[in-house]
Nanobody, 125 residues
Framework: QVQLVESGGRLVQVGGSLQLSCAVS????????MAWFRQAAGKEREFVAG????????KYADSVKGRFTISRDNIKNTVYLQMSYLKPEDTAVYYC??????????????????WGQGTQVTVSS
């Protein structure tokens, strides 16, 4: 059973930076794709960024390109989301997710089968 534990969320000022971490346990080769999603109050959950363990291929939502960077550490079994130039609209609960579809990197949340508990990021102006 794949387990995901996020950490790093906090209150940060506009323009600031923050790194989220997702500790992963129990994964197999099927759980190649990892992603970060976020859900703001009153809005649907949306894809932020994804990465493959096997190739480190990445995808980003247009809204975060150039500001966020997703990476993975195969030894520590941890996925990171480095966020810079934060904006108030980045305020949300951020979730780490793992798929079981092998070496594909989907952006739909329905393609991800394992989820962390979420970590709150609040960007204050």
């Amino acid at each position: 059973q794949v387990q995901l534990v996020e950490s790093g969320g906090r209150l940060v000022q506009v323009g600031g930076s923050l790194q989220l971490s997702c500790a992963v346990s129990g994964r197999t080769w099927l759980n190649d794709a990892m992603a970060w999603f976020r859900q703001a109050a009153g809005k649907e959950r949306e894809f932020v960024a994804g990465v493959l363990w096997s190739s480190s291929s990445t995808k980003y939502a247009d809204s975060v390109k150039g500001r966020f960077t997703i990476s993975r550490d195969n030894i520590k079994n941890t996925v990171y989301l480095q966020m810079s130039y934060l904006k108030p609209e980045d305020t949300a609960v951020y979730y780490c997710a793992a798929s079981r579809l092998g070496r594909v990197l989907p952006i739909l949340d329905s393609a991800y089968h394992y989820w962390g508990q979420g970590t709150q990021v609040t960007v204050s102006s």
